[in-house]
């Protein structure tokens, strides 16, 4: 039983990982109608710039975090305006535009932080005893952050007016523009927010696990893999996805191995696509 | 028109000079370069099939992301047969694309009913599915370490002829390219022939095309099965030249790239699909004097091409032409 109960945590702290880059990803599939491949590289970049201010400059890692957070986010809405707005609802430009970015961005972490990874020391000591299982203060601290994180972005996008209107592009931007809806401005909101949210997983995950270049990649798959489970553009499907990915993950890899975890994963995935293309909340894209 | 056989005269005189120069600086390469450029020359050869076979697919509007799927079945079946039965790298090199082709034909009637987005996913999906199947079959496949010791093809005729493909370069730098010659020729009549124009209008309206008693998705399977087959052969054949293959081999970046040369190349025409590897791959050794930086300025200028020649570097002259005349 402590056990099973250990697992589900490990489950949960592997889809807060991957649940705000996954909410990130969701937005700007449904708002920009292409897949931004560089969006793993925001949550490296997120780490490492907490890693430089908070390691190398040696100021309060909460300091560290806004600075990152705020500075990719700033990188965010140049991309943005710079190379994607012109390729949106487009698919292999999107992909060839995304992929150079990508590319430029891994090397460059490379050429300056260096191929070895990097790991950010803790903020949050202690373990946390609930009878029999014990939690490292962290992981309890940062999941709930991250559902912290997830029920401010669903209430930003219910109850505001900017999350209304987001929502409405992502539905039928034509009209919504019609409506008197500011596509540009909008597009810019989107990128910041789903920017900000990887790049503040980044940080935050960073004491965690360790960061090192080459995390982008595959967080990317994954959270395409999470959103389309969940149903593209929706906040809400893509992060049960993740959370339900994370939950497959630790139950297979405590029990059977990693590999196998993987091998379910993309087996839900394809049979979901092939009986509710639109996942689970969606609603299907024109793309 | 009268006007219109012209100008289709006239293009494919001009695409006949493009493709034979291509073919007689193809032949006359071996003995002009030092062999460290055969290596680089069959890779982009390699992937000239892929990338015409990507576009195969492309053109009936589905966006691949998994052609490195069928490059991995056809690679890894081509090696377990070959090392595990011993049996001639001629027959493994039909089987292996008999094998992906086969497997295409079964799922491509499943998948190829999703469209767009969803497409992508489901064959970035497959091929991430096959890597850790690879890797999870350890006793059979040998897990993440691959298998090594890939005999190299022989040929065998008694009396007359005896070349047995060692780690000379040479006698695969000419199989690939008969392999790519053959691939690509028949690719590229099946295009301009009746099927060819269904395809292409699969892509510009394929709900026309299914209430003029087109079976879309039938067509789909064929475009998708060509192209898998010539794929898997491509995979028997590195598997064969390197010698050596694993999972990593076949992984997303691979379908990720497969996708960025044929788009950098020029999606729309096939030149543009056999000119995007060989500008990039060369363009990329010629930066590798930048060292650790190569991948950087790879990309920086991957996003100059798309921004400023969105058709492609195949629309490049068309544009001087254009500049020219405009003076």
């Given at each position: 039983m402590e056990q099973i109960i250990q697992i589900i945590i490990n489950g949960i702290v592997l889809g807060s990982n991957l649940v705000l880059v996954a909410i990130g990803f969701s937005l700007l599939i449904g708002i920009m109608r292409l897949i931004q491949f560089a969006h793993g590289e925001m949550y490296m970049l997120g780490g490492y710039g907490v890693w430089y201010f908070s390691v190398q400059l040696g100021l309060n890692y909460w300091l560290g975090l806004a600075l990152a957070v705020f500075l990719v986010s700033l990188f965010g809405i140049l991309l943005e305006r710079y190379f994607l707005r012109q390729f949106r609802e487009t698919l292999l430009p999107a992909v060839v535009v995304t992929v150079s970015w990508m590319m430029i961005l891994e090397t460059g972490a490379l050429l300056v932080f260096g191929t070895e990874s990097k790991s950010i020391p803790t903020v949050f000591k202690g373990i946390v005893h609930i009878s029999d299982i014990t939690i490292s203060m962290e992981r309890v601290v940062v999941s709930l952050i991250a559902l912290a994180t997830i029920g401010g972005v669903l209430a930003f996008m219910k109850n505001t007016k900017t999350g209304r209107a987001m929502r409405a592009v992502a539905r039928e931007a034509e009209i919504a523009s019609l409506m008197g809806v500011n596509i540009g401005s909008i597009l810019r909101k989107s990128m910041v927010l789903a920017t900000a949210l990887a790049a503040a997983a980044g940080a935050l995950m960073?004491?965690?696990?360790?960061?090192?270049?080459?995390?982008?990649?595959?967080?990317?798959?994954?959270?395409?893999?999470?959103?389309?489970?969940?149903?593209?553009?929706?906040?809400?499907?893509?992060?049960?996805?993740?959370?339900?990915?994370?939950?497959?993950?630790?139950?297979?890899?405590?029990?059977?191995?990693?590999?196998?975890?993987?091998?379910?994963?993309?087996?839900?995935?394809?049979?979901?696509?092939?009986?509710?293309?639109?996942?689970?909340?969606g609603f299907e894209y024109k793309l | 028109m009268d006007l219109n056989i012209s100008c289709k005269e006239m293009w494919i005189k001009k695409g006949n000079i493009f493709y034979l120069t291509l073919l007689a600086l193809l032949i006359v390469?071996?003995?002009?370069?030092?062999?460290?450029?055969?290596?680089?020359?069959?890779?982009?050869?390699?992937?000239?099939?892929?990338?015409?076979?990507?576009?195969?697919?492309?053109?009936?509007?589905?966006?691949?992301?998994?052609?490195?799927?069928?490059?991995?079945?056809?690679?890894?079946?081509?090696?377990?047969?070959?090392?595990?039965?011993?049996?001639?790298?001629?027959?493994?090199?039909?089987?292996?694309?008999?094998?992906?082709?086969?497997?295409?034909?079964?799922?491509?009637?499943?998948?190829?009913?999703?469209?767009?987005?969803?497409?992508?996913?489901?064959?970035?999906?497959?091929?991430?599915?096959?890597?850790?199947?690879?890797?999870?079959?350890?006793?059979?496949?040998?897990?993440?370490?691959?298998?090594?010791?890939?005999?190299?093809?022989?040929?065998?005729?008694?009396?007359?002829?005896?070349?047995?493909?060692?780690?000379?370069?040479?006698?695969?730098?000419?199989?690939?390219?008969?392999?790519?010659?053959?691939?690509?020729?028949?690719?590229?009549?099946?295009?301009?022939?009746?099927?060819?124009?269904?395809?292409?209008?699969?892509?510009?309206?394929?709900?026309?095309?299914?209430?003029?008693?087109?079976?879309?998705?039938?067509?789909?399977?064929?475009?998708?099965?060509?192209?898998?087959?010539?794929?898997?052969?491509?995979?028997?054949?590195?598997?064969?030249?390197?010698?050596?293959?694993?999972?990593?081999?076949?992984?997303?970046?691979?379908?990720?790239f497969i996708q960025i040369y044929t788009f950098i190349g020029g999606i729309e025409s096939i030149a543009g699909a056999i000119v995007g590897p060989f500008v990039i791959i060369l363009g990329s050794e010629a930066l590798k004097v930048a060292k650790e930086a190569q991948p950087l300025l790879y990309g920086a200028l991957m996003l100059l091409v798309i921004l400023w020649l969105p058709g492609g570097l195949i629309t490049l002259p068309a544009l001087f032409k254009v500049k020219i005349r405009k003076r």
């Open positions: 960073g004491p965690i696990f360790t960061m090192d270049a080459t995390v982008g990649v595959g967080l990317s798959v994954k959270a395409l893999v999470a959103i389309t489970l969940g149903g593209m553009g929706s906040v809400g499907g893509a992060a049960l996805a993740s959370y339900l990915l994370g939950m497959i993950e630790s139950f297979t890899g405590s029990f059977v191995s990693a590999e196998f975890a993987m091998l379910i994963y993309f087996f839900i995935l394809i049979l979901v696509l092939l009986i509710r293309p639109q996942g689970f909340f | 390469i071996p003995w002009i370069l030092p062999e460290f450029w055969l290596s680089i020359f069959i890779s982009i050869m390699s992937m000239v099939v892929l990338t015409v076979g990507f576009r195969m697919i492309y053109i009936t509007g589905r966006l691949s992301l998994g052609h490195a799927f069928p490059v991995g079945i056809g690679a890894y079946t081509s090696a377990l047969i070959a090392t595990k039965i011993g049996i001639n790298f001629w027959i493994c090199i039909i089987i292996s694309g008999l094998m992906a082709g086969l497997i295409a034909l079964v799922l491509g009637y499943i998948i190829l009913r999703i469209g767009g987005i969803y497409f992508v996913v489901v064959t970035l999906a497959l091929s991430e599915i096959l890597i850790y199947l690879l890797i999870w079959a350890d006793p059979l496949t040998g897990g993440i370490t691959g298998i090594v010791n890939i005999p190299g093809p022989e040929i065998h005729l008694p009396g007359i002829l005896k070349i047995k493909f060692g780690y000379d370069l040479l006698p695969y730098y000419f199989l690939i390219f008969v392999i790519m010659l053959v691939s690509v020729g028949i690719m590229y009549r099946l295009e301009r022939s009746h099927i060819g124009r269904v395809l292409h209008a699969l892509r510009q309206n394929d709900l026309l095309a299914e209430h003029l008693g087109i079976d879309i998705t039938a067509y789909r399977v064929l475009a998708f099965v060509t192209s898998s087959f010539f794929a898997g052969i491509v995979g028997s054949f590195t598997a064969h030249y390197h010698h050596y293959l694993c999972p990593e081999d076949f992984s997303v970046m691979e379908s990720l």
